[in-house]
RNA sequence: GCCCCGUUCGUCUAGGGGUCCAGGACGUCGCCCUUUCACGGCGGUAACACGGGUUCAAAUCCCGUACGGGGUACCA
């Protein structure tokens, strides 16, 4: 396949949900699959909806991520403008070039008239009414009234919607990539609102004529829009457009974790975690969300967890970079039912990346976070803590916030592991040690573990004698990097000085 | 209600008629490693929603039922 075009088309009315950036990751994968382009169009056809700074935020989000579009808005194309709300002329031409075809029809009906037409069928026991083939017979549409009189109306000004005109009593049918043939009856399909009154397009409309415009292939999509495919099919028909018509995948929702519904943004806050890929601050709390970046997540580790949210290599490998992942992916490999959202892999997945990366990029990473809480250490040093704890933690500030008594002296000492280890006869031993240790000019961690050992035996003393308290002494705790690689990072000197502070703090403790 | 889509271990999934008393990963449990906490290694637990067909043979194909999800706006 070539010259392959497939698009992004979030609506900017907040944050770009981690379901949105999933849709945009698989968009990507298939078009750096196939060499072709990768496009970022706005639907902001939703004046009500709008929010400032939507915008921005899903293209910081995207190159986050690092699955920037190619084209499209923020970057620019052949295409632009893509913003849907700058395309309004472009829209109204097609709608008024459906009208003219029969395709589509004027309808002058009110909201208050449309809400009677409504109540009315509900009372004689139809609770679905629809806007069809047959309700319209009863409606103001430019297909009961006279030509004269829909000329008065628009000359009036008065404000009409341009409707879709469902063909009768047709099956229409398309072939999903991933689910395979699907088909709706066109006595199911209501006629679809194109243009509103406020002359803005709607989704339907506006979403058909971009997509031919733009010269999309691939309609890659979230499964929500399955059940109005069939009126953008009949809409490619409409226009004459339906040879150059793109195929569509539909793709699986991401559930809440408990399987109820789909993920939302406030599940996050229920679940104590995040769904956006980055923070987001709005005027209330309750509109405001934490990101996974900002819980500390690589981006990496994000973009491998979404991907195998509802796809699989059919391979047991599980990590993939994101080059690995455009050479694996394909539509046919995506599942059909949909996937809950699985924290615990998605922390599984960080804990790899964590893992894997470059102490000396880390520390880069966790600097700010390390100044923030007024730690101030050189890079070399910053890499060597980042090295020591990157195997404990998941989360990038645990290198931070586990490790205080890297950074300076011992804040706490864990007093009930003390109590239970240091006797009295303990400070000779000690002691010795640290004069042992003093002495020692090589200080790397291997040395230093044959020096102690060689001590130890001298002295008949057991490990589980010395190195718990040695521990305690080094850091205050029971946990934490290996004992001698605390050492070699901290140097003879400040290795001693941790020794001798804490014996008279030991002693106080057993008296 | 109606329409559409779906249904393999708790979760994400492999599987596209025989090689499946169903494989991997996360989680969980146990053991090992070990000076701690982790990592890691090894092992255990645990699933084809149900009922009919088709077939020599079905997790795999067909139909139905149940359950789940989505849609049903002048929102996207």
Same mark, same amino acid.
């Given at each position: 396949?070539?010259?392959?075009?497939?698009?992004?088309?979030?609506?900017?009315?907040?944050?770009?949900?981690?379901?949105?950036?999933?849709?945009?990751?698989?968009?990507?994968?298939?078009?750096?699959?196939?060499?072709?382009?990768?496009?970022?169009?706005?639907?902001?056809?939703?004046?009500?909806?709008?929010?400032?700074?939507?915008?921005?935020?899903?293209?910081?989000?995207?190159?986050?991520?690092?699955?920037?579009?190619?084209?499209?808005?923020?970057?620019?194309?052949?295409?632009?403008?893509?913003?849907?709300?700058?395309?309004?002329?472009?829209?109204?031409?097609?709608?008024?070039?459906? !009208?003219?075809?029969?395709?589509?029809?004027?309808?002058?009906?009110?909201?208050?008239?449309?809400?009677?037409?409504?109540?009315?069928?509900?009372?004689?026991?139809?609770?679905?009414?629809?806007?069809?083939?047959?309700?319209?017979?009863?409606?103001?549409?430019?297909?009961?009234?006279?030509?004269?009189?829909?000329?008065?109306?628009?000359?009036?000004?008065?404000?009409?919607?341009?409707?879709?005109?469902?063909?009768?009593?047709?099956? !229409?049918?398309?072939?999903?990539?991933?689910?395979?043939?699907?088909?709706?009856?066109?006595?199911?399909?209501?006629?679809?609102?194109?243009?509103?009154?406020?002359?803005?397009?709607?989704?339907?409309? #506006?979403?058909?004529?971009?997509?031919?415009?733009?010269?999309?292939?691939?309609?890659?999509?979230?499964?929500?829009?399955?059940?109005?495919?069939?009126?953008?099919?009949?809409?490619?028909?409409?226009?004459?457009?339906?040879?150059?018509?793109?195929?569509?995948?539909?793709?699986?929702?991401?559930?809440?974790?408990?399987?109820?519904?789909?993920?939302?943004?406030?599940?996050?806050?229920?679940?104590?975690?995040?769904?956006?890929?980055?923070?987001?601050?709005?005027?209330?709390?309750?509109?405001?969300?934490?990101?996974?970046?900002?819980?500390?997540?690589?981006?990496?580790?994000?973009?491998?967890?979404?991907?195998?949210?509802?796809?699989?290599?059919?391979?047991?490998?599980?990590?993939?970079?994101?080059?690995?992942?455009?050479?694996?992916?394909?539509?046919?490999?995506?599942?059909?039912?949909?996937?809950?959202?699985?924290?615990?892999?998605?922390?599984?997945?960080?804990?790899?990346?964590?893992?894997?990366?470059?102490?000396? !990029?880390?520390?880069?990473?966790?600097?700010?976070?390390?100044? #923030?809480?007024?730690?101030?250490?050189?890079?070399?040093?910053?890499?060597?803590?980042?090295?020591?704890?990157?195997?404990?933690?998941?989360?990038?500030?645990?290198?931070?916030?586990?490790?205080?008594?890297?950074?300076?002296?011992?804040?706490?000492?864990?007093?009930?592991?003390?109590?239970?280890?240091?006797?009295?006869?303990?400070?000779?031993?000690?002691?010795?040690?640290?004069?042992?240790?003093?002495?020692?000019?090589?200080?790397?961690?291997?040395?230093?573990?044959?020096?102690?050992?060689?001590?130890?035996?001298?002295?008949?003393?057991?490990?589980?004698?010395?190195?718990?308290?040695?521990?305690?002494?080094?850091?205050?705790?029971?946990?934490?990097?290996?004992?001698?690689?605390?050492?070699?990072?901290?140097?003879?000197?400040?290795?001693?000085?941790?020794?001798?502070?804490?014996?008279?703090?030991?002693?106080?403790?057993?008296?």
């Amino acid at each position: 396949m070539s010259n392959i075009r497939v698009r992004f088309a979030p609506s900017p009315t907040g944050a770009l949900h981690i379901g949105g950036v999933r849709t945009a990751l698989y968009n990507y994968l298939f078009a750096k699959k196939y060499g072709g382009t990768f496009v970022l169009r706005i639907e902001d056809t939703d004046q009500g909806r709008y929010v400032p700074g939507a915008e921005e935020y899903i293209l910081e989000a995207l190159n986050w991520c690092g699955i920037m579009p190619t084209e499209g808005q923020g970057i620019g194309g052949p295409h632009a403008p893509y913003r849907q709300s700058e395309r309004k002329a472009i829209y109204l031409q097609h709608s008024l070039d459906l !009208v003219a075809n029969g395709s589509a029809y004027y309808a002058f009906d009110t909201p208050e008239e449309l809400e009677a037409a409504r109540a009315a069928a509900a009372a004689a026991g139809n609770h679905n009414f629809k806007y069809d083939a047959v309700s319209r017979k009863a409606m103001k549409t430019s297909l009961n009234l006279t030509a004269a009189e829909v000329q008065r109306r628009l000359d009036a000004g008065e404000h009409y919607v341009i409707r879709l005109k469902v063909p009768e009593n047709e099956t !229409v049918t398309f072939t999903d990539l991933i689910r395979g043939e699907v088909s709706f009856h066109t006595s199911e399909l209501d006629d679809k609102v194109l243009m509103k009154s406020d002359g803005m397009p709607t989704y339907h409309l #506006a979403n058909i004529v971009d997509d031919h415009l733009m010269e999309i292939t691939h309609v890659i999509r979230g499964e929500e829009w399955l059940p109005s495919t069939g009126h953008h099919v009949l809409l490619y028909r409409a226009f004459g457009w339906e040879a150059t018509m793109p195929r569509f995948s539909h793709l699986p929702l991401i559930l809440r974790p408990d399987g109820k519904g789909k993920l939302s943004k406030r599940d996050g806050a229920k679940f104590g975690m995040p769904v956006f890929p980055l923070s987001w601050k709005a005027d209330t709390p309750e509109d405001s969300f934490e990101g996974f970046r900002e819980f500390g997540f690589l981006p990496q580790a994000v973009v491998n967890f979404l991907a195998f949210l509802g796809w699989n290599p059919g391979t047991e490998q599980e990590i993939f970079s994101l080059d690995e992942l455009c050479e694996a992916f394909s539509l046919e490999k995506i599942s059909k039912s949909g996937a809950r959202f699985d924290y615990d892999k998605a922390k599984w997945f960080n804990q790899q990346y964590l893992h894997a990366t470059d102490d000396a !990029v880390l520390a880069a990473q966790i600097k700010p976070l390390a100044e #923030a809480k007024g730690y101030h250490v050189s890079d070399e040093y910053l890499t060597q803590i980042c090295h020591l704890m990157k195997g404990r933690g998941t989360f990038l500030p645990d290198l931070v916030e586990q490790s205080s008594y890297l950074f300076g002296d011992v804040q706490s000492y864990d007093n009930e592991n003390i109590a239970k280890r240091w006797k009295p006869e303990s400070r000779p031993v000690f002691e010795a040690l640290a004069d042992h240790l003093k002495a020692q000019t090589n200080f790397e961690a291997a040395t230093l573990e044959a020096s102690v050992k060689e001590f130890m035996a001298e002295r008949g003393l057991k490990p589980g004698d010395v190195m718990p308290i040695l521990r305690l002494t080094l850091a205050g705790t029971t946990q934490g990097p290996g004992v001698f690689e605390m050492m070699e990072l901290f140097g003879n000197d400040r290795t001693v000085d941790r020794l001798t502070k804490a014996f008279s703090h030991f002693d106080a403790l057993v008296k």
